[in-house]
């Protein structure tokens, strides 16, 4: 039997699952990053565990993918720059396929969620879809006919960096008014904490202070409390203009929603679709679009790795 094996590379932790061709997964396991011991110290540790991987299954390892953040030119499986990580042009598709005596392929880890849920998740019905993750940024990743779309040297497909508000807040990118910056978990988050300390009298003081309150605090009280409802009413107003926008460019047959804020489900994605039903060029009716949340949680981007073999 072939396997896959597909590791999803993050600040802290490194999620690495073995699975066959039809996305049964065989074995999963985690490490440790490891990252602020420097690029071979990471590959290391990223190696460690998949031999332990390895050593769970029976059968054929096929190949290994990896999703990595930061700027990753796939073809030859380097990463150009990954800022959370400390790398800059380093060949980590190289020192791991030494590691491991077997081909390494290597992409952004939002291009491997999304290829994820293309192929075994939300978008496993589709042939072009987008997924779309509200983190501490905004991220994503785009299938076009069921594959992955990366741009030029696969530098593209960064969502997070369209403008929405000409002339709007800094964001970390040297732009202003960035998807990112009123979509995101923290962008929801700022305009929360914002919100209670204009309104002394909010009922979100009764479980939250401005300090401790996240991205979910003004979905828990948005029935009940005018400045919630104000909070929630503001962030889909802006989160559905970036997807209307990449509805029009893309014309996907849906868009998957993952990250924390997504957990809201339809709390979130029915007045997105209504907002996109109206003002989508052309209308809804033909070429529809269908706004969802993701379905693989925290695999997709190890099983969207390993799938870059598939």
């Known amino acids: 039997m072939k396997y896959y094996l597909g590791l999803d590379i993050g600040g802290t932790f490194v999620k690495g699952v073995c699975m066959t061709a039809d996305g049964k997964i065989l074995a999963e396991d985690k490490c440790d990053t490891g990252c602020e011991n420097g690029g071979q110290a990471m590959c290391d540790n ?6 332990s991987l390895t050593g769970k299954v029976e059968g054929q390892l096929a190949g290994v993918g990896a999703g990595c953040p930061g700027m990753i030119q796939s073809a030859s499986g380097t990463v150009k720059f990954a800022g959370n990580l400390g790398l800059k042009n380093f060949p980590l598709g190289e020192e791991l396929s030494k590691r491991l005596g077997v ?25 072009n879809s987008i997924l779309v993750t509200l983190g ?16 030029g040297c ?18 970390t990118c040297g732009r202003r008014g960035c998807f990112e910056r009123y979509s995101s978990a923290a962008a929801l988050t700022r305009r929360t904490k914002y919100a209670m300390e204009e309104d002394a009298g909010s009922a979100m003081w009764t479980k939250y202070t401005s300090q401790n309150c996240t991205g979910k605090t003004a979905f828990d009280f948005m029935d009940s409390d005018r400045s919630a409802k104000e909070v929630v009413d503001w962030y889909i107003k802006y989160l559905a203009c970036g997807l209307i926008n990449l509805a029009n460019i893309f ?13 809201q489900g339809e709390r979130l994605t029915k007045p997105l679709q209504s907002i996109l039903d109206k003002e989508i060029f ?26 870059l073999w598939l």
Do not use: Q, W
């Not at 990223?46 to 031999?51: E, F, Q, R, V």
């Open 154 to 171: 696969s530098a593209g497909a960064e969502i997070g960096h369209m403008v929405i508000e000409r002339h709007g807040d800094m964001c």
């Open 136 to 151: 501490t940024g905004v991220g994503g990743g785009i299938i076009i006919d069921g594959k992955l779309f990366e741009g």
């Open 251 to 263: 014309r996907p047959e849906v868009i998957m929603l993952g990250g924390g804020v997504a957990a």
């Open 282 to 307: 052309g209308g809804n009716d033909y070429a529809t679009v269908t706004v969802v949340t993701a379905s693989l949680g925290n695999s997709a981007g190890a099983m969207g790795a390993a799938a």
């Open 46 to 51: 990223i190696a460690a565990l998949c031999s």
């Open 103 to 127: 081909p390494v392929k290597v992409t952004n880890d939002a291009n491997a969620a999304a290829l994820g849920e293309a192929k075994f998740g939300a978008g496993k019905n589709y042939k």
